[in-house]
C-alpha cells in the first residue's frame, strides 16, 4: 500500500520527530494498523502526493523561472522532513527557503545537495552555523553585508548570499537609503560575497487589485537596474498567481503547496493536501431549554440532537469557532454548537438521524476549506496550518487526491 510506504520512510528517519506514528507492530498486523487507523480519535491527513502536484502547477504557472519551497515553520505545520524530501525525491525541488537558521540547520541532512535560503538572514551569532552548515542568508541590511563579506575574507573565499530589497513592506530588507549605498560602492561593499539572488517580498499578493503590486514591481525594478546582474526573485504563491511579469528567475511559494488559495477571491487552483477530522464519541437528544457545553453558550431551543466529537483546541482547531462554522459527517454539514473545549466540541445533529458513535467528522479537507475555517475562527489559511498540533496522529499519504 502506498500510505505504508510512507509511513516505513517516517519511521527510517526516527528521531526526527516527523510524527508519532504506530510502532513496528502495526505493520506486521496490517489489520491492526487498520483498524487503529480507523478509530483514531483526532487524525491529520497529509497528502505528499498532493503537495508534490501543487509544487508541479506552480512550476508550470512560473516558468520559465524555477521554482522554490518555503518549508519554514515545520513546512506550515504539515512537517517538513516528509515534505522537503517528497519534494526532492519527486519534483527535484532543489531550492528552499526556511525563515529560522535552526530550520536550516535541521533540513540540510534531509536535502545534502538542495540550496538552502534563510530569510532571517545573517546576524553575528548566526554565521558558524550558516557557514558549517551551508546555508544561504537571505542578507537584509549593510550591516549584514559588511559582517557576512568578513566571515568571507577570513576565510579567503567568496561566500554566496541572496540581498532583500525592501520595496515597501518595511519589515526586513535593505531600505532605500542602503540600497543606493550598496550601489554606489558595489565593489567594495560585495567584495567576498557572491550575489546568488536578489529579492524582493510582495505585501498585497492575496488581493490581485491591490496598487502595491505593481508599485512593488516597479520599484522591484529600478533597484535592479541599480544593481549588479543576479538571479531575481519577488513572488510568493500570490506573486505566482500575479503571472509572468512577477516571476523574474525565481518564484518561492508556501502556501499553495500545502493547498490553501492564495488569492481567495478566486478558485483555488491547488489541491487539498490536509484534512484534520475527530470521530463521534457520543450522540445524545438535549432537551428545549437545557444549554450545551463550558459557559452554557447555547441553549436548545427545542429538542436538538447533539454529536460530541473528540477534536478540540488542542487539536489544533480553534476556540474561536464556538458557535461558529460547521463540520462535515458523511457529506452533510453540521454547526458547531456551543464552546470549542481542549479535547471535544459539540455539534448540533438535528434531522441527521444517521449520526453514530465511530463516524468521521471532517472539521477541514476535502468539503470545508482552509479558507472557510479562517474565515469562521477569524484568522487566516496560513495561522490554521501552523496551528495543527501533534496531538492528533499525523498519517502521511502518497496520494494526491
Ligand atoms: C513566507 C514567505 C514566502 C512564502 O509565502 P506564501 O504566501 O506562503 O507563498 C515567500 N517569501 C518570503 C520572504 C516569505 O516570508
Redo the contacts with the bound molecule.
Keep these: 500500500m502506498e500510505k505504508d510506504r510512507a509511513e516505513h520512510h517516517a519511521q527510517g528517519m526516527a528521531g526526527m520527530h516527523v510524527a508519532d506514528f504506530d510502532d513496528g507492530r502495526t505493520h506486521r498486523h496490517g489489520s491492526d494498523a487498520m483498524l487503529s487507523e480507523e478509530f483514531e480519535p483526532s487524525c491529520l491527513t497529509i497528502r505528499l502526493g498532493a503537495i508534490v502536484e501543487n509544487f508541479r502547477s506552480m512550476q508550470r504557472l512560473a516558468a520559465p523561472a524555477a521554482a522554490a519551497a518555503?518549508v519554514?515553520a515545520d513546512a506550515?505545520g504539515l512537517g517538513m522532513p516528509l515534505v522537503a524530501t517528497a519534494l526532492q525525491a519527486r519534483a527535484h525541488c532543489d531550492t528552499f527557503?526556511v525563515?529560522r537558521h535552526r530550520e536550516g540547520v535541521q533540513l540540510r541532512p534531509l536535502v545534502p545537495h538542495a540550496r538552502i535560503y534563510v530569510?532571517d538572514g545573517a546576524p553575528p551569532e548566526a554565521v558558524p552555523a550558516l557557514i558549517s552548515y551551508r546555508l544561504t542568508p537571505v542578507l537584509n541590511s549593510i550591516t549584514e553585508v559588511a559582517g557576512w563579506g568578513a566571515a568571507g575574507r577570513a576565510m579567503r573565499t567568496e561566500l554566496d548570499a541572496a540581498l532583500h530589497i525592501d520595496t515597501g513592506m518595511n519589515r526586513l530588507g535593505v531600505p532605500t537609503d542602503e540600497l543606493a549605498v550598496l550601489a554606489a560602492e558595489a565593489g567594495k561593499r560585495f567584495q567576498h560575497i557572491r550575489i546568488v539572488l536578489l529579492?524582493s517580498?510582495l505585501a498585497c499578493?492575496d488581493d490581485p487589485s491591490s496598487p502595491m503590486n505593481p508599485l512593488q514591481l516597479d520599484r522591484f525594478r529600478t533597484a535592479l537596474a541599480m544593481l549588479p546582474t543576479a538571479p531575481a526573485s519577488l513572488a510568493?504563491?500570490?506573486g505566482v498567481m500575479l503571472g509572468k511579469d512577477y516571476a523574474f528567475d525565481l518564484v518561492?511559494?508556501?502556501?499553495?503547496l500545502y493547498g490553501?488559495n492564495?488569492q481567495p477571491a478566486k478558485p483555488n487552483p491547488f489541491l487539498v493536501a490536509a484534512r484534520l477530522t475527530g470521530r463521534v464519541l457520543q450522540v445524545r437528544r438535549v432537551d428545549k431549554g437545557e444549554s450545551v457545553g463550558y459557559g452554557a453558550t447555547f441553549r436548545a431551543g427545542q429538542s436538538t440532537a447533539i454529536a460530541t466529537v473528540s477534536l478540540g483546541y488542542a487539536d489544533g482547531l480553534m476556540r474561536a469557532n464556538g458557535n461558529r462554522g460547521e463540520a462535515v459527517i458523511e457529506g452533510v454539514r453540521a454547526p458547531i454548537a456551543g464552546r470549542v473545549s481542549m479535547d471535544l466540541l459539540t455539534l448540533d445533529v438535528s434531522g441527521m438521524a444517521s449520526v453514530r458513535a465511530g463516524m468521521e467528522v471532517e472539521f477541514v479537507g476535502d468539503t470545508i476549506t482552509l479558507e472557510e475555517l479562517a474565515e469562521t475562527s477569524g484568522t487566516a489559511s496560513?495561522e490554521i496550518l501552523t496551528s495543527l498540533s501533534h496531538r492528533a496522529k499525523r498519517v502521511y499519504v502518497e496520494d494526491a487526491r
Design positions: 518555503v519554514k506550515y527557503f525563515a530569510l529579492m517580498h499578493s510568493s504563491s500570490g518561492r511559494p508556501g502556501l499553495g490553501g492564495p496560513y
